[in-house]
């Protein structure tokens, strides 16, 4: 049991993996969060949210990172755990993002999480229809994230150094 102060009472770590990031290590969490899910989660919905989630964030991050061409090791790895706690199933995902991508995130998330959610779906087919580029990409990811789990996005982002900063995207299940 841990304390989860997200959610206030005690939780049990369902699934945690930290390190590098790329499509073959993507394929083995995905597998392994899928057979934690199924051990630990009852609602086989919850189950498909929970995986779903778990890939678009993954993928999201993979994409940010090929986008700006991050090659260095410790560039290119994440963390991402979730915990249970009765009925709410929280997902946590931690990757690194530029300095100068912050105000951006930022802004993307803050519209989303005011969106209603009867219109996220209007929103993603808006997105679905802009021509491809970086920004479309993170915003079909975090709205079909949004959509998902039906909860508003959390987030926070803590400085490493003077071009880097940890970005940490928080995910409730219930």
Do not use: W
């Amino acid at each position: 049991m841990v304390y989860n102060p997200l959610i206030m009472q005690k939780s049990t770590l369902l699934y945690s993996y930290s390190g590098l990031i790329n499509p073959v290590i993507k394929r083995k969490i995905i597998m392994d969060f899928r057979v934690a899910v199924k051990e630990d989660i009852q609602s086989v919905d919850k189950q498909k949210k929970s995986v779903y989630i778990l890939q678009e964030a993954i993928s999201n991050v993979l994409n940010y990172y090929t986008d700006i061409n991050f090659t260095e090791t410790k560039n290119t790895s994440a963390h991402c755990t979730s915990f249970i706690d009765n009925e709410t199933i929280k997902l946590e995902f931690v990757s690194v993002i530029l300095n100068n991508d912050i105000p951006s995130l930022e802004k993307k998330i803050n519209n989303l999480n005011c969106i209603r959610f009867e219109n996220l779906k209007e929103e993603l087919a808006l997105n679905l229809n802009k021509p491809i580029s970086n920004d479309r990409g993170a915003n079909i990811g975090l709205i079909t994230i949004l959509l998902k789990s039906n909860n508003k996005l959390k987030y926070e982002f803590t400085k490493i150094d003077t071009f880097t900063s940890k970005f940490t995207l928080t995910v409730l299940i219930q």
